[in-house]
């Protein structure tokens, strides 16, 4: 079991996004909430990908835009499955439930059993879990590095 460390990073290329993502999803447990959250094209489903790699879940891991969430089956037996959920259109709905929203989904899977990873999902997905762990992307203008910092929070 990888030790659930805080941090901050610095990722030149994909592969470094994907490389985080990689070692977060080592640390991630059954019933765990991940929130990323950080500016369009910042790289949250980058890192949602190296996630799904450690988690060894089937792929492809897209952005689940028009479908809200997405079920990434585990390759391994008792291994939970990583629920992948897009926000964006939500966030005009403070008020939303996320909760009774993937349920209206019928996602096939329990969230206690799987990893729900939800982008744009600050201020609403701390509602799953009492421990989630807080990715936030930055890209600085005119450069394509970007800036990770992620920290496990208690409810």
């Known amino acids: 079991m990888g030790e659930r460390s805080s941090g901050t990073a610095e990722l030149s290329t994909a592969e470094d996004t994907v490389a985080l993502g990689?070692?977060?999803?080592?640390?991630?447990?059954?019933?765990?909430?991940?929130?990323?959250?950080?500016?369009?094209?910042?790289?949250?489903?980058?890192?949602?990908?190296?996630?799904?790699?450690?988690?060894?879940?089937?792929?492809?891991?897209?952005?689940?835009?028009?479908?809200?969430?997405r079920v990434h089956r585990a390759r391994r037996s008792g291994a939970p499955?990583?629920?992948?959920?897009?926000?964006?259109?939500?966030?005009?709905?403070?008020?939303?439930?996320?909760?009774?929203?993937?349920?209206?989904?019928?996602?096939?899977?329990?969230?206690?059993?799987?990893?729900?990873v939800v982008e744009w999902g600050e201020g609403l997905a701390e509602r799953l879990s009492d421990s989630h762990l807080d990715v936030r992307l930055e890209r600085a203008r005119d450069t394509e590095v970007r800036t990770a910092v992620w920290e496990w929070s208690k409810a």
């Not at 369009?40 to 949602?48: F, M, S, Y």
């Open 22 to 69: 990689a070692e977060l999803g080592r640390q991630l447990h059954a019933g765990d909430v991940v929130v990323l959250s950080g500016p369009l094209g910042a790289g949250k489903t980058v890192l949602a990908k190296g996630i799904a790699q450690a988690m060894e879940v089937e792929g492809p891991v897209i952005s689940p835009t028009f479908v809200l969430a």
């Open 81 to 116: 499955a990583m629920i992948h959920v897009d926000m964006y259109r939500l966030l005009d709905h403070p008020s939303v439930d996320l909760l009774a929203e993937l349920d209206s989904l019928d996602l096939d899977t329990d969230l206690d059993d799987a990893v729900v």
